[in-house]
């Protein structure tokens, strides 16, 4: 299995401009998470998918900020318009919500510079 | 509101020593206690985890002991070796599952050869 895979690895864009993360989960994984991490914060979770359905999105910090996985295969974060303070590693984790299995697998994360 | 609080920041260990991590919570309902390891240019990815219904759980050359009363579990890494190197990060989460994990701010570990 390759892993969860995350797209692109460095992205460096101008403020204003739109950015779109991209994540596969892992395949037969029926939950999905959107982290992001700096170096005051931490890790915060923005969103999670259970079933390709939004859940719980209230770590997503405003408007700006989009989520949606239209399929069990593939999901994506817009960031519309981006701000310098946006920069940070955002990170897409994928698990089995099997009985009693709570290992959440990450991605290498994508990490974002916006000037 | 830091619900997870982590120390240290930052941790230095010669090889073959222990190293351990503390982490405290507030929230009782949390009920699922799991560590994970990065390494730099790459995703957490999970070590170990502990529930509260036991006091300790060992795999290998790492440790978590929780003290419920407390609000309070630990790693310990025995004979800590150089490619243990790595940030570690403890979480915890209410309802027995892995969603809404809340993360502690994390721990630089080097361990020197």
């Known amino acids: 299995d390759a892993g969860v895979i995350q797209s692109p690895r460095h992205e460096v864009t101008e403020m204003g401009q739109e950015v779109t993360l991209r994540c596969k989960p892992i395949s037969g994984h029926n939950s999905l998470f959107w982290y992001r991490q700096t170096m005051m914060r931490g890790l915060e979770l923005l969103i999670y998918?259970?079933?390709?359905?939004?859940?719980?999105d209230s770590g997503m910090p405003e408007d700006r900020f989009s989520a949606k996985m239209p399929n069990a295969s593939f999901s994506t974060l817009k960031i519309q318009p981006s701000e310098p303070r946006d920069s940070a590693v955002y990170f897409c984790?994928?698990?089995?919500?099997?009985?009693?299995?709570?290992?959440?697998?990450f991605g290498s994360g994508t990490q974002l510079s916006v000037l | 509101q830091q619900q997870v609080k982590q120390s240290p920041q930052s941790l230095i260990v010669q090889k073959g020593g222990i190293s351990i991590i503390n982490c405290a919570y507030e929230?009782?309902?949390?009920?699922?206690f799991p560590w994970y390891q990065q390494f730099p240019g790459k995703g957490p990815a999970l070590l170990i985890a502990i529930r509260p219904d036991v006091s300790e759980k060992k795999e290998g050359r790492f440790t978590i002991s929780f003290n419920k009363s407390a609000k309070q579990f630990s790693l310990h890494i025995m004979d800590s070796q150089p490619g243990d190197s790595a940030t570690y990060f403890c979480a915890a989460n209410a309802q027995g599952g892995s969603e809404k994990l809340v993360f502690g701010k994390g721990t630089k570990l080097t361990v020197n050869p």
């Open positions: 984790a994928s698990r089995d919500r099997g009985l009693g299995n709570e290992k959440l697998f």
């Open positions: 998918f259970n079933n390709n359905v939004p859940i719980d």
């Open positions: 929230n009782t309902a949390f009920d699922y």
